[in-house]
């Protein structure tokens, strides 16, 4: 918002949200394939920081993690 005012648990009205700025964070990336992870361990460490962020920011907690389509794919934490 203009007036610095950060919002995070709800969508504002209309009028607000036109003079709304978005908040990024940029995180750095992961040059490792995932498909072949089956457990939290072999994850690249950037993405647990990533996926750890995404938990926080949602306010849940991570339960599965899918790295592809396949069943064998989603492990759980």
Do not use: H, K, N
């Amino acid at each position: 918002m203009p007036d610095g005012t950060i919002i995070r648990d709800s969508m504002p009205d209309t009028p607000m949200l036109y003079r709304a700025t978005p908040v990024y964070e940029e995180w750095e990336g992961w040059q490792a394939p995932t498909t072949e992870c089956r457990s939290w361990a072999d994850l690249p460490a950037q993405a647990q920081s990533y996926l750890l962020r995404l938990s926080e920011l949602a306010g849940v907690s991570i339960t599965y993690v899918s790295v592809g389509p396949e069943r064998e794919q989603m492990f759980a934490l």
